[in-house]
């Protein structure tokens, strides 16, 4: 069982907006800013997507963002794209021994 | 343009070891804290260990209880990971990743390791 809790699919049509919710605790997600989201198309290098919850790196389009309320942070993807069918990861440092946890991932279906 | 490439999975029976290595390109190696992340088939991604650019620090995931050992050797824009004791519960996709501030900013395509007999 993994650290952080995302739900295992979610789906949209092309155009529309999806959100993925990543549920950690008040030692992770809620209490630090250093969540950060990664884009993986199966067998291929995972992707930066998102960092210190809300950031974009370059070149990510700004059809994505972040936020985070409390334990939970969110991943939007707006415009849906065929390309953007992939499994989604949310990560955020947790301090101490545990240091990194990550989600246990969500497929998003461009139907 | 930033590569990261790993080597060294394959089949390894329970109990056995095996070294995990990662070639940096495109970076300037030793300015970057490095990582490895690894997925279990069928799972989310784990965060495994990670070292600091001179490698004067090292982290490891407390459940592997010393059966691995992260370590880098500059000179050779390389990232290691030595695994030993292996069990059946390691076998996993895993990842050499570079880390920016807080998090994992460039990621190889990983290397397989099969724990079997």
């Known amino acids: 069982q993994s650290a952080l809790t995302q739900p295992p699919s979610a789906s949209g049509s092309p155009g529309q907006s999806v959100t993925i919710s990543c549920t950690g605790t008040?030692?992770?997600?809620?209490?630090?800013?250093?969540v950060s989201w990664y884009q993986h198309h199966p067998g291929k290098a995972p992707k930066f997507m998102i960092y210190?919850?809300?950031k974009r790196p370059s070149g990510v389009p700004d059809r994505f963002s972040g936020s985070k309320s409390g334990n939970t942070a969110s991943l939007t993807v707006s415009g849906l794209q065929a390309e953007d069918e992939a499994d989604y990861y949310c990560s955020s440092f947790a301090g101490g021994h545990i240091q990194w946890v990550f989600g246990g991932g969500t497929k998003l279906t461009v139907l | 343009e930033v590569q990261l490439v790993e080597s060294g999975g394959g089949l390894v029976q329970p109990g056995g070891s095996l070294r995990l290595s990662c070639e940096a390109s495109g970076i300037t190696f030793s300015n970057y804290w490095m990582a490895w992340v690894r997925q279990a088939p069928g799972k989310g991604l784990e965060w495994v260990a990670n070292i600091k650019s001179d490698g004067s620090a090292k982290n490891h995931m407390d459940s592997l209880k010393g059966r691995f050992s992260i370590s880098r050797d500059n000179a050779k824009n390389s990232l290691y990971l030595q695994m030993s004791n292996l069990r059946a519960e390691d076998t996993a996709v895993y990842y050499c990743v570079r880390h920016g501030y807080y998090n994992f900013d460039y990621w190889g395509q990983g290397t397989l390791v099969t724990v079997s007999s």
């Open positions: 008040s030692s992770d997600v809620g209490a630090y800013n250093y």
């Open positions: 210190e919850v809300s």
